[in-house]
């Protein structure tokens, strides 16, 4: 028996690498997924390799009808909403502050952090309502960053949306804390998805040396494996973790340990 057994999840970039690593953590343990990504072929042909009842709605978590109609979908299809996993996210330009385009930080702080906004504002009354109604509320997982709990030089944008997300996290946890919706954050050092390969293409490096120079920081001295990241994001979703709520956690190889 699954820990997620008829539960349903909503995660949002789910063609991408820690997306794609959530559906199929929850897959495993039971769940029925509705998923959605702005790569509308990608998401329709990951959804179909899933052993699990799905349903899928492409767009962009920067507008915020998307996150009403994910809401929605969920209960047309499956009667409610357990669990929501805001994973959609990009990356800006690895420069300094002053040489980040406007324009290129405005869409970052769109889709990172009022993407996140969008999404709990109408993933949390459901969830509520649904405790109201049943005793039986639900858990949101939002995918933060360590960026958002110090310093990033170079990422200075996306560290303000990421700090923003937490932000958003433990007030909203603190408001629903006695309402049956648990909300937590997970922080991200590093993970090897597209955006560390597109890091090692960029550097003109080879892998390893672009690697190592990328971890210098970290004292694993490593990326972090996407499997590591489902573990913890599996962990902020079970029920039976009912305690934890407004909480940042740091999968960071030892990061925030320095």
Same mark, same amino acid.
């Given at each position: 028996?699954?820990?997620?057994?008829?539960?349903?999840?909503?995660?949002?970039?789910?063609?991408?690498?820690?997306?794609?690593?959530?559906?199929?953590?929850?897959?495993?343990?039971?769940?029925?997924?509705?998923?959605?990504?702005?790569?509308?072929?990608?998401?329709?042909?990951?959804?179909?390799?899933?052993?699990?009842?799905?349903?899928?709605?492409?767009?962009?978590?920067?507008?915020?009808?998307?996150?009403?109609?994910?809401?929605?979908?969920?209960?047309?299809?499956?009667?409610?909403?357990?669990? !929501?996993?805001?994973?959609?996210?990009? @990356?800006? #330009? %690895? *420069? +300094?502050?002053?040489?980040? &385009?406007?324009? =290129? /930080?405005?869409?970052?702080?769109?889709?990172?952090?009022?993407?996140?906004?969008?999404?709990?504002?109408?993933?949390?009354?459901?969830?509520?309502?649904?405790?109201?109604?049943?005793?039986?509320?639900?858990?949101?997982?939002?995918?933060?960053?360590?960026?958002?709990?110090?310093?990033?030089?170079?990422?200075?944008?996306?560290?303000?949306?990421?700090?923003?997300?937490?932000?958003?996290?433990?007030?909203?946890?603190?408001?629903?804390?006695?309402?049956?919706?648990?909300?937590?954050?997970?922080?991200? !050092?590093?993970?090897?998805?597209?955006? @560390?390969? #597109? %890091? *090692? +293409?960029?550097?003109?490096? &080879?892998?390893? =040396? /672009?690697?190592?120079?990328?971890?210098?920081?970290?004292?694993?001295?490593?990326?972090?494996?996407?499997?590591?990241?489902?573990?913890?994001?599996?962990?902020?979703?079970?029920?039976?973790?009912?305690?934890?709520?407004?909480?940042?956690?740091?999968?960071?190889?030892?990061?925030?340990?320095?």
């Amino acid at each position: 028996m699954g820990r997620f057994d008829g539960a349903t999840v909503l995660i949002t970039g789910a063609a991408g690498g820690l997306g794609r690593g959530a559906a199929n953590g929850f897959a495993a343990e039971g769940a029925r997924l509705v998923l959605s990504d702005i790569d509308e072929k990608a998401l329709g042909d990951f959804a179909a390799t899933l052993p699990a009842e799905t349903a899928i709605l492409p767009g962009n978590v920067a507008d915020e009808k998307l996150s009403e109609d994910l809401v929605r979908l969920a209960i047309e299809r499956f009667g409610r909403l357990d669990v !929501a996993v805001n994973n959609a996210g990009i @990356v800006q #330009s %690895f *420069v +300094r502050l002053p040489q980040v &385009p406007s324009d =290129e /930080a405005r869409r970052v702080l769109e889709i990172d952090l009022l993407g996140v906004f969008y999404a709990m504002k109408h993933q949390i009354p459901q969830m509520d309502r649904q405790f109201k109604a049943t005793a039986r509320g639900g858990a949101i997982v939002n995918i933060a960053s360590v960026a958002g709990l110090v310093g990033a030089p170079k990422l200075s944008v996306y560290a303000a949306a990421k700090h923003g997300v937490v932000g958003l996290t433990k007030s909203a946890a603190a408001e629903y804390a006695t309402k049956g919706v648990r909300i937590n954050a997970i922080c991200p !050092a590093h993970t090897r998805t597209a955006m @560390v390969d #597109s %890091f *090692v +293409r960029a550097s003109g490096a &080879p892998e390893a =040396e /672009a690697l190592a120079e990328l971890t210098r920081g970290v004292p694993m001295k490593r990326v972090a494996e996407v499997d590591e990241i489902t573990a913890a994001i599996l962990f902020a979703a079970d029920p039976a973790n009912s305690f934890m709520t407004g909480h940042a956690l740091a999968i960071d190889g030892g990061v925030g340990a320095i």
